[in-house]
């Protein structure tokens, strides 16, 4: 009986190791929002910067990024992901609003550094979005990967 209970515990502690672990090496990167949630925006903008570097692994060579809209689909309104560094620029929009499905990941290589993304809707309406993003080495290999929001929202024009 205490061989049984000894497996099943040694088993146990090894499903639980190797979740954990996954988890530890799996370098998810996701965030999101809710764009516009006031509902009277159509140019409702979030900006942010995704800094790749040399964490051991290896120089970054490019970004990976991909948007979901997790709004319920509305006729005309979708949400668009734009990345761009210097003077290179791709784009990718979720073309099926609350399917739970990203759009395909798109790639931006422009070596280390800031790489600005622009997420933003294509017209009034409230949408709740989420992206994930992945600073690779030129073997597609996970390398050191940062971000920090610009902009959330409308800038306020200021005359002079």
Avoid at 10 to 19: D, E, M, R, V
Avoid at 39 to 54: K, L, P, S, V, Y
Avoid at 89 to 97: G, P
Wanted: aromatic share 10%.
């Amino acid at each position: 009986m205490l061989s049984l209970f000894l497996r099943k515990a040694t088993f146990c502690a090894l499903i639980i190791l190797s979740i954990v672990l996954y988890a530890g090496v799996s370098h998810a990167h996701t965030g999101g929002g809710t764009l516009d949630s006031e509902n009277m925006f159509r140019n409702f903008t979030g900006q942010a910067q995704i800094t790749c570097f040399d964490d051991g692994n290896g120089p970054a060579d490019h970004v990976i990024v991909r948007i979901r809209d997790n709004s319920p689909p509305v006729p005309n309104l979708l949400v668009n992901l734009q990345v761009y560094k210097g003077n290179k620029a791709n784009s990718i929009s979720d073309t099926t609003s609350g399917d739970a499905n990203f759009s395909p990941f798109i790639t931006l290589q422009a070596g280390p550094g800031v790489y600005w993304i622009l997420v933003n809707k294509t017209d009034v309406g409230t949408r709740f979005f989420e992206i994930e993003w992945h600073c690779n080495t030129i073997d597609s290999v996970h390398t050191g990967t940062d971000i920090g929001v610009t902009q959330f929202g409308i800038p306020e024009f200021k005359p002079r």
